[in-house]
């Protein structure tokens, strides 16, 4: 989408598509409150996945036992009656208050949302890939040079250099694997983290000459060939048509701290009855907010969802807000949901 079409009109926009993130959807939903999420991320599930995704957590209510992936699976599908569009892969880089009320937001992906609510569920900050440390890499950004890729059909036939160690790294080879022509893995050791049944499968691949493994660290990149320095000091050439960079996530704060907010400690303060900043109409939930007593815990990002869809319903339905109805009971409910009611 370029930066002359016209902007996406909503009722609300959530900035982070972490589980508060998206259970502050399924509040949404629940008050038929139309939303879009947006996260740089290309998948959903924010550092549950990435820095969680198999780790178990047990302090989910009634939930004995999950991992992040698990989580953000459950939350999805809780999630999916609604339909809620979803713009992964995109940073919100720019957010302004309108003349109307309503907040412009501006993402790195050439979109823009015109939206009465807004609410801030980045956790940390926006979690970014780690760049390749080779000057002059970022020219090939998006044409042969791709950073933690969802979409692996793309390097069809094309000879593919992975580069890391992480748990990213290993399922992108494996991904590779009879789709693209040739996959090197580049790694600065002979050790790799992950999932270990994901692990021995990439060791057989390997043992299988499905996947060359090449031990060394990238020195220069022009596009099509890597030049790599070696551990025994010796430099390799590797030639190319693409370079999958899998070396981990950092979470920064980013844009947001050029937007204006008031800030405490890099989190934004929110009044706990509502959870809405001091902006009218831009709510801050999870890990990105503070208020006394605060905790940061995935279950307290729950509340601070529910109560704030209530007070965005104040601000969307101009002060008419709908009356409270159970899932137990409300046929309404039940249609929106699509399950059997009585």
């Not at 030049?227 to 390799?236: H, L, N, S, Y």
Request: negative net charge; proline residues 6%; hydrophobic residues 45%.
């Amino acid at each position: 989408m370029s930066d002359t079409a016209a902007p996406i009109e909503t009722s609300a926009l959530i900035i982070g598509a972490g589980p508060v993130g998206l259970f502050q959807a399924f509040q949404l939903g629940l008050l038929e409150i139309p939303c879009h999420i947006v996260d740089a991320l290309p998948h959903a599930g924010g550092q549950c996945v990435e820095l969680y995704g198999d780790k178990p957590i047990y302090d989910i209510p009634g939930t004995p036992a999950t991992t992040g992936r698990g989580l953000a699976q459950a939350l999805l599908a809780q999630l999916a009656p609604f339909k809620v569009p979803m713009h992964l892969g995109e940073q919100v880089s720019t957010l302004v208050r309108e003349p109307d009320g309503r907040w412009r937001a501006g993402t790195t992906g050439g979109k823009t949302f015109l939206a009465r609510t807004v609410f801030l569920a980045a956790g940390v900050g926006a979690f970014v890939p780690k760049k390749l440390g080779v000057d002059g890499a970022e020219a090939y950004e998006g044409r042969q040079l791709f950073y933690h890729p969802s979409d692996f059909g793309r390097f069809a036939g094309q000879s593919v250099v992975v580069h890391g160690g992480e748990e990213a790294a290993v399922e992108a080879a494996l991904a590779l694997v009879g789709v693209a022509r040739e996959v090197m893995l580049l790694h600065r050791r002979d050790a790799f983290r992950g999932d270990e049944a994901a692990v021995a499968r990439l060791r057989a691949r390997i043992d299988a000459g499905d996947i060359h493994l090449v031990i060394g660290q990238p020195g220069a990149f022009d596009g099509r060939q890597l030049v790599i320095a070696t551990p025994d000091g010796q430099t390799v050439v590797l030639r190319l048509d693409a370079l999958v960079v899998c070396q981990g996530i950092s979470p920064r704060l980013g844009p947001i701290a050029d937007w204006g907010l008031e800030l405490e400690r890099k989190q934004v303060p929110v009044d706990t009855t509502r959870y809405e900043t001091r902006e009218r109409g831009l709510f801050a939930v999870g890990d990105i907010n503070t208020y006394a007593g605060k905790r940061k815990l995935i279950v307290c990002g729950f509340h601070e969802a529910t109560l704030a869809a209530w007070a965005a319903a104040e601000i969307v339905f101009d002060g008419k807000v709908p009356p409270l109805q159970y899932t137990t009971t409300s046929t309404r409910l039940h249609e929106l949901l699509g399950v059997p009611h009585g």
